[in-house]
């Protein structure tokens, strides 16, 4: 798949060429920084670009192609099989509108359901997500930050759709709500078996909630593979650089060092890898032909030409 | 390796420093909520002292107090044997020269409409160091060099033509023009990507080591705070409740909430089963200080005990430069 935007400077594609599949029940993290292309993939599944965006190639979900569907097809497509906790979205309440009250409604506007039936499905959803059910009538500003985080995955979940993509749930709390939202949404896809595709900056956040993560550098990916694998051994240079760009608390006290340079312009990518620029094992064949992902490892995909060199020598 | 730079002289010594906010002002009644609460800490010439804590703790609050960005209600702020708190004009001007802050956000503390020189050069100007045009350009181009720039191409660019690193760079090196003893550093990185991070912090570490700088650092993360910092003092509701060594502090927390904060900072391997079950419920309400006796912690301490409740700890020297607010503290070296 690709997605190109339509810029002054000429079309820019956040994400370019981009194949991926996730299996039921699965939580995928899609890490990457800022203008990688993470979030634009994961609202191209919902189609909720913006007019100035083209989206080629396929995009299936239980064998149906979400880039196919019509107007009509697409409103009942989005939050009852794929809902979005967007960015922010727990700032995003109305303030004077009781919480409740804003699920109430969005349950009202995509299921024929009475009102009082979607009260029913409210509290439910409320007691799911660990907040007092009495607390349906409360407004925003009388939930703490964590509450209201809860409340806007209560909204995603309202209509028990098959996969929830959540944009940086957790960036804007504390570290102790923090982990208190990601054992939540543990359980929530363990007793729902819903899927995941949980998008954020902070590759650390990611060891506790993914079961694969596909690291994206300048509209593509660099990496897949399961999460255990990609901490203990990332074998993409950026993935590496990335993971060793993080000071921990455990371990040794090493010197951190920085990635020199900074991401690439979308309107006129590097020739070749477009890491390599930035890349210390930079070789010939890097600037001139771009790399695709080929497996590297056991279920470990890599798109780096010196990977795949290494794995052709020892075989 | 920064240890030996370090003295034990103190560069800015803070006392019983308090920081109230009226939230509300009325004829009959003035509610105010205190911010920073009787705070009283000290930085050591050439340390780098974290301050960590969550948001509304008083971090910001506090660094913002010390350079007078905000006035304190109470309490002294001792800056080479002065109290600064009472300064005014001539006196704040001179101050400000020697304490000076970075801010969280490099979008919004340079001005749009001046090139990255003139930003770099305006406070010189202003403080009146370098008179003679020639030499103060020449410096300009110097700092934004010891800033990791290239000062040819950046030195004509403005704000918007540049990137979240390099507008952080540039404010480092506008700091640097006036030859600060202390710099106050509000999240100076958290805006940025992950990979362009530990370039700032690196750099902010060389200038530390050639420079011999002190600085306050205030971070939400543990990580980034023991890459950086001698001391950490941890905040929570206004008041530091630990302070200690870097290392000493995250492998020996002896308050409970520090404890908490280490426990929380993600990708630490607890994925596991072993707390799958306790999915928490989250029904607080906002507990207002003043609906809170003893120690501030004691509604969320897994410890708490009768004497929690009814008297507020101080913060004390548990051992020898560990100190801590609380009536039982966690891990100490002689404890039976």
Same mark, same amino acid.
């Not at chain 1, 660099?222 to 650089?241: C, D, W």
């Not at chain 2, 050591?44 to 506090?62: A, D």
């Not at chain 2, 050639?210 to 206004?238: E, K, P, Q, W």
């Not at chain 2, 409970?256 to 904060?261: A, S």
């Given at each position: 798949?690709?997605?190109?935007?339509?810029?002054?400077?000429?079309?820019?594609?956040?994400?370019?060429?981009?194949?991926?599949?996730?299996?039921?029940?699965?939580?995928?993290?899609?890490?990457?920084?800022?203008?990688?292309?993470?979030?634009?993939?994961?609202?191209?599944?919902?189609?909720?670009?913006?007019?100035?965006?083209?989206?080629?190639?396929?995009?299936?979900?239980?064998?149906?192609?979400?880039?196919?569907?019509?107007?009509?097809?697409?409103?009942?497509?989005?939050?009852?099989?794929?809902?979005?906790?967007?960015?922010?979205?727990?700032?995003?309440?109305?303030?004077?509108?009781?919480?409740?009250?804003?699920?109430?409604?969005?349950?009202?506007?995509?299921?024929?359901?009475?009102?009082?039936?979607?009260?029913?499905?409210?509290?439910?959803?409320?007691?799911?997500?660990?907040?007092?059910?009495?607390?349906?009538?409360?407004?925003?500003?009388?939930?703490?930050?964590?509450?209201?985080?809860?409340?806007?995955?209560?909204?995603?979940?309202?209509?028990?759709? %098959?996969?929830?993509?959540?944009?940086?749930?957790?960036?804007?709390?504390?570290?102790?709500?923090?982990?208190?939202?990601?054992?939540?949404?543990?359980?929530?896809? %363990?007793?729902?078996?819903?899927s995941f595709i949980f998008i954020t900056h902070d590759l650390s956040v990611l060891a506790d909630i993914a079961t694969?993560?596909?690291?994206?550098?300048?509209?593509?990916?660099?990496?897949?593979?399961?999460?255990?694998?990609?901490?203990?051994?990332?074998?993409?240079?950026?993935?590496?650089?990335?993971?060793?760009?993080?000071?921990?608390?455990?371990?040794?006290?090493?010197?951190?060092?920085?990635?020199?340079?900074?991401p690439p312009d979308l309107i006129s990518p590097p020739n070749g890898c477009r890491f390599n620029p930035r890349c210390?094992?930079?070789?010939?064949?890097?600037?001139?032909?771009?790399?695709?992902?080929?497996?590297?490892?056991?279920?470990?995909?890599?798109?780096?030409?010196?990977?795949?060199?290494?794995?052709?020598?020892?075989? | 390796?920064?240890?030996?730079?370090?003295?034990?002289?103190? *560069?800015?010594?803070?006392?019983?420093?308090?920081?109230?906010?009226?939230?509300?002002?009325?004829?009959? %009644?003035?509610?105010?909520?205190?911010?920073?609460?009787?705070?009283?800490?000290?930085?050591?010439?050439? #340390?780098?002292?974290? *301050?960590?804590?969550?948001?509304?703790?008083?971090?910001?609050?506090?660094?913002?107090?010390?350079?007078?960005? *905000?006035?304190?209600?109470?309490?002294?702020?001792?800056?080479?044997?002065?109290?600064?708190?009472?300064?005014?004009?001539?006196?704040?001007?001179?101050?400000?020269?020697?304490?000076?802050?970075?801010?969280?956000?490099?979008?919004?503390?340079?001005?749009?409409?001046?090139?990255?020189?003139?930003?770099?050069?305006?406070?010189?100007?202003?403080?009146?160091?370098?008179?003679?045009?020639?030499?103060?350009?020449?410096?300009? +181009? #110097?700092?934004?060099?010891?800033?990791?720039?290239?000062?040819?191409?950046?030195?004509?660019?403005?704000?918007?033509?540049?990137?979240?690193?390099?507008?952080?760079?540039?404010?480092?090196?506008?700091?640097?023009?006036?030859?600060?003893?202390?710099?106050?550093?509000?999240?100076?990185?958290?805006?940025?990507?992950?990979?362009?991070?530990?370039?700032?912090?690196?750099?902010?570490?060389?200038?530390?080591?050639? +420079?011999?700088?002190?600085?306050? +650092?205030?971070?939400?993360?543990?990580?980034?705070?023991?890459? +950086?910092?001698?001391?950490?003092?941890?905040?929570?509701?206004?008041?530091?409740?630990?302070?200690?060594?870097?290392?000493?502090?995250?492998?020996?927390?002896?308050?409970?909430?520090?404890?908490?904060?280490?426990?929380?900072?993600?990708?630490?391997?607890?994925?596991?089963?072993?707390?799958?079950?306790?999915?928490?419920?989250?029904?607080?309400?906002?507990?207002?200080?003043?609906?809170?006796?003893?120690?501030?912690?004691?509604?969320?301490?897994?410890?708490?005990?009768?004497?929690?409740?009814?008297?507020?700890?101080?913060?004390? #020297?548990?051992?020898?430069?560990?100190?801590?607010?609380?009536?039982?503290?966690?891990?100490?070296?002689?404890?039976?």
């Amino acid at each position: 798949m690709t997605v190109e935007y339509a810029t002054e400077r000429g079309p820019l594609r956040a994400v370019d060429d981009v194949s991926l599949e996730m299996k039921e029940g699965e939580v995928l993290g899609l890490a990457g920084e800022s203008g990688c292309g993470k979030s634009t993939l994961a609202f191209s599944v919902l189609r909720i670009l913006p007019k100035t965006a083209k989206t080629f190639g396929s995009l299936e979900l239980d064998g149906e192609n979400i880039l196919k569907m019509d107007d009509s097809e697409i409103r009942r497509f989005r939050w009852k099989s794929v809902s979005l906790v967007p960015q922010g979205s727990m700032n995003a309440f109305d303030p004077v509108i009781p919480i409740g009250a804003q699920i109430v409604e969005a349950i009202k506007t995509h299921e024929d359901v009475n009102t009082t039936e979607a009260w029913q499905t409210t509290r439910k959803l409320f007691t799911l997500l660990g907040i007092p059910e009495d607390r349906v009538k409360n407004y925003a500003h009388e939930f703490s930050g964590g509450m209201r985080q809860r409340a806007a995955i209560a909204m995603a979940l309202a209509l028990d759709p %098959k996969l929830v993509i959540l944009d940086e749930p957790t960036t804007a709390l504390d570290v102790v709500v923090q982990k208190q939202i990601l054992a939540l949404l543990r359980h929530l896809q %363990k007793t729902l078996h819903i899927s995941f595709i949980f998008i954020t900056h902070d590759l650390s956040v990611l060891a506790d909630i993914a079961t694969r993560i596909a690291v994206m550098y300048a509209g593509r990916i660099v990496e897949i593979g399961p999460q255990e694998q990609l901490f203990s051994n990332p074998r993409h240079p950026y993935s590496k650089a990335l993971i060793s760009a993080i000071p921990t608390i455990d371990g040794p006290k090493s010197e951190t060092k920085a990635i020199p340079g900074i991401p690439p312009d979308l309107i006129s990518p590097p020739n070749g890898c477009r890491f390599n620029p930035r890349c210390p094992f930079v070789f010939e064949k890097c600037k001139q032909v771009e790399p695709v992902l080929e497996e590297v490892g056991s279920n470990v995909e890599a798109a780096c030409h010196l990977l795949t060199m290494v794995r052709d020598r020892s075989s | 390796m920064t240890a030996d730079l370090s003295s034990d002289k103190d *560069i800015l010594e803070i006392k019983n420093l308090s920081v109230n906010f009226v939230t509300s002002a009325g004829i009959l %009644k003035r509610n105010s909520v205190r911010a920073v609460d009787n705070v009283t800490l000290s930085i050591r010439k050439g #340390e780098s002292l974290g *301050i960590v804590g969550e948001s509304g703790s008083g971090k910001t609050t506090l660094a913002r107090s010390i350079v007078r960005l *905000i006035r304190p209600t109470s309490g002294q702020i001792i800056f080479d044997g002065q109290d600064i708190v009472d300064f005014y004009s001539r006196s704040l001007k001179e101050y400000r020269r020697r304490v000076q802050m970075i801010f969280q956000d490099p979008y919004e503390s340079l001005n749009p409409r001046s090139r990255a020189g003139d930003a770099v050069e305006e406070p010189m100007m202003i403080h009146g160091l370098i008179r003679d045009k020639k030499l103060r350009k020449d410096r300009v +181009f #110097e700092l934004l060099r010891l800033a990791g720039l290239n000062p040819s191409t950046v030195a004509r660019k403005y704000p918007h033509e540049l990137s979240g690193g390099e507008r952080q760079r540039i404010s480092l090196a506008r700091a640097l023009s006036l030859s600060p003893d202390l710099l106050i550093a509000d999240e100076p990185v958290s805006m940025l990507d992950v990979s362009i991070r530990i370039g700032i912090i690196n750099l902010m570490l060389d200038l530390k080591r050639t +420079f011999n700088l002190s600085y306050l +650092f205030i971070t939400h993360d543990l990580g980034l705070a023991r890459y +950086f910092c001698d001391r950490i003092g941890v905040m929570y509701r206004g008041r530091v409740v630990e302070l200690a060594a870097t290392e000493d502090l995250l492998h020996r927390p002896m308050h409970p909430y520090t404890k908490l904060l280490i426990d929380s900072v993600p990708g630490r391997g607890q994925n596991g089963a072993d707390e799958e079950g306790k999915v928490t419920a989250d029904s607080s309400r906002p507990v207002k200080m003043d609906q809170i006796s003893g120690c501030r912690f004691n509604p969320r301490c897994e410890y708490a005990q009768e004497k929690c409740r009814e008297i507020e700890p101080d913060l004390v #020297e548990i051992e020898p430069d560990h100190l801590a607010a609380c009536h039982f503290p966690l891990n100490r070296a002689h404890s039976v």
